[in-house]
């Protein structure tokens, strides 16, 4: 992980006057239980002030969520925190001791694709993929959440905070309607194929 901003490789801050209080502390042991992708994981964070996003792309190996801005302004890191969207580059990980995290890698069911994840192909929403697990999963909260209906207004507005530097919107758009459909017609699409 590279040093949060002002701080040098070692956690010492950049500007030190060589006093005590320059000197890295002790190294701790911050534990944390979270329930990832509907397993149970126990860590033992050594840096109060790693994100989300580091945790796990750098720490777990799970890189599916991506680091695009990493300061809040394009939703390419997108999970579902207690089922709700948050960016995961904007989030300390020692906040969410006892949380339930969901990301793209868990979406699946085995071979079997989330009902999002099969609109976003049978409407080509992406072109490059770097923005979609963020898409995915920003769109699984919407639908959650039941913001999302079918108007194209309220699904554009619910997805604003994630961005495609491809322009792939209008499929984006086609597969969150086709998701966000009441009666599992995806599901029917993929019987019929
Ligand atoms: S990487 Fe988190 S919002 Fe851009
Ligand atoms: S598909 Fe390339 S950035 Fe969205």
New binding site residues.
Partial sequence: MSPAPGLAGGGVPAICNGSSLCQPGPSMNIPLRLTLNGQAREIALDDPRVTLLDLLRERLGLTGAKKGCDRGQCGACTVLVDGRRINACLTLAASLDGAEILTIEGLAEGDRLHPVQAAFIAHDG???????PG?IMSAVGLIREGQAGTDPERIREGMSGN??????YAGILDAVQEASRPTGQVEQREDAA
């Fill in positions: 992406f072109q490059c993929g770097f923005c979609t898409q961005l495609c530097r491809c322009g792939a």
